[in-house]
């Protein structure tokens, strides 16, 4: 089992506020960690969005807008970046990130299709 | 503003060492944690390892038996090396930095190269 699963693909209309999830393996407890969320578009280097563990401790990133936000659902032990008002341009690959023992996992990509 | 640029060889035959460079420009190579992250063609990513200007290395476990970081501070460069490699280290490998040392607000990764295709083939 892969230490943090996102779903392959998802589709969605411009305008409406899709959430893209982590989730974390089994025996790992998603209020510990700090979830990370990066945007690759075709022929380019990802990009950090945000970080997430409570709303007491998050981060966006430089110049990424408000409308990128990160949270959690602890039934399904899982991290979620909502993405509100869907553009065209947010079409892209997203990727979470977590730190464990001073090594990074990378969860295996979702690709988000604007329909 | 940080730029990082990779550079090595684009093929490497099967069972050699893979190379590669990441020069640093416009900031202080002092005081951040320098990475190697791989992506195969279509597939997500995989953070290979880091190096901070002590000397502190971290790796994938995965991959810490065949890898070596390493970072020049005279040069503003950083390496990576992967021995034995096979097809299945066929990726495009990106340098990036991140975190900076003791700022817990920075433990991700701000600043990437464009990213180097290396291919393993004979």
């Known amino acids: 089992q892969a230490v943090l699963t996102q779903p392959s693909s998802l589709s969605a209309s411009p305008g409406s506020s899709p959430s893209l999830t982590c989730t974390l393996r089994?025996?790992?407890?998603?209020?510990?960690?700090?979830i990370y969320w990066y945007q690759q578009k075709p022929g380019s280097p990802p990009q950090y969005l945000l970080r997430y563990k409570s709303d007491s401790d998050k981060q966006q990133g430089s110049g990424v807008p408000s409308r990128f936000s990160g949270s959690k659902d602890a039934s399904a032990n899982a991290g979620i970046l909502l993405i509100s008002g869907l553009q065209s341009e947010d079409e892209a690959d997203y990727y979470c990130m977590i730190w464990q023992s001073n090594a990074v996992i990378f969860g295996g990509g979702t690709k988000l299709t604007v329909l | 503003q940080v730029q990082l640029q990779e550079s090595g060889p684009g093929l490497v035959k099967p069972s050699e060492t893979l190379s590669l460079t990441c020069s640093v420009s416009g900031d202080s190579i002092n005081s951040y944690f320098w990475n190697w992250i791989r992506q195969p063609a279509g597939k997500g990513l995989e953070w290979i390892g880091r190096?901070?200007?002590?000397?502190?290395?971290n790796y994938n476990p995965s991959l810490k038996s065949r890898v070596t970081v390493s970072l020049d501070t005279s040069r503003d460069q950083f390496s990576l090396k992967l021995t034995s490699v096979t097809a299945a280290d066929t990726a495009v490998y990106y340098c990036?930095?991140?975190?900076?040392?003791?700022?817990?607000?920075?433990?991700?990764?701000?600043?990437w190269g464009q990213g180097t295709l290396v291919t393993v083939s004979s």
């Open positions: 990036a930095r991140g975190p900076q040392a003791g700022n817990s607000n920075t433990w991700y990764f701000d600043s």
């Open positions: 089994s025996g790992m407890n998603v209020g510990t960690y700090r």
């Open positions: 190096v901070y200007p002590s000397g502190t290395t």
